[in-house]
Each structure stands twice: as C-alpha cells, then as structure tokens.
C-alpha cells in the first residue's frame, strides 16, 4: 500500500489546512489508518486514527478539539482537517495504515502501523 500525503504548506496561525492521503496498491477498505507528526529534532508522534469504517475516532490531547480526520473508502483516501493552526504545529504529517478486521477499532501507536506515506511539511507562521 502506498500512501502519499498532500495538502501541506506554508499558514499563518490561526489558519487552517487539509491534509489528504489517497492510497494505492489495493483497496483501503478494512485498513485502519492513522495520521502522525514529526517536528525537527523531536520523535515522530501520534495525531489523530481512524477505524476502518470510520465510526471511531481518537485525537492526541494537543490537537482535540482543532483538528478532525474522516475518510473516503469509495475514494481510498483519509483526510486530516487541520483548523485554528498554531507554530507548535509545524512538522512533516505522515499518513500510516494496517489491516484490520474490526471496523471499529483504532491504532495509536507507531509499531502498530505496517504502511507509511512519504509524508508533507505543514509550516505554521506567528
């Protein structure tokens, strides 16, 4: 599975962003997928994860509230809504994904992802 992340950029805080992450190679349908961040000279951490069906849900306590993930099963992509964008924001975003069989659960830590995107710079200016 790949899976390119797009969408990130250059805002102004307080600006707002989307992040999108369209898979390929097979079907996303029964891959949980979740999205990281890894700022300079920092471990790369946990955002937001998202079962497969999309009816659960999980948020890092830094970002609840502000930023929102969703996903397109018809069109393989999960998003990342990213609203009220503050400088500690700044990092690269990675999408990651694994096969599940339960629509309803979610993943929150790295090892237990078995895709990675490239991922996409997201820059929040003061």
């Known amino acids: 599975v790949q899976l390119p992340a797009s969408g990130g950029g250059l805002v102004q805080a307080g600006g707002f962003l989307r992040l999108s992450c369209a898979a390929s190679?097979?079907?996303?349908?029964?891959?949980?997928t979740g999205w990281f961040r890894q700022a300079p000279g920092k471990e790369r951490e946990f955002v937001a994860a998202?079962?497969?069906?999309?009816?659960?849900?999980y948020y890092a306590d830094s970002v609840k509230g502000r930023f929102t993930i969703s996903r397109e099963n018809a069109k393989n992509t999960v998003y990342l809504q990213m609203d009220s964008l503050k400088p500690e924001d700044t990092a690269v975003y990675y999408c990651?994904?694994?096969?599940?069989?339960?629509?309803?659960?979610?993943?929150?830590?790295?090892?237990?992802?078995?895709?990675w995107g490239q991922g996409t710079l997201v820059t929040v200016s003061s």
């Open positions: 998202i079962s497969w069906r999309g009816t659960s849900t």
């Open positions: 190679g097979r079907p996303f349908r029964m891959y949980a």
């Open positions: 990651a994904a694994r096969p599940t069989s339960s629509g309803s659960y979610y993943y929150r830590q790295l090892h237990e992802y078995d895709y």
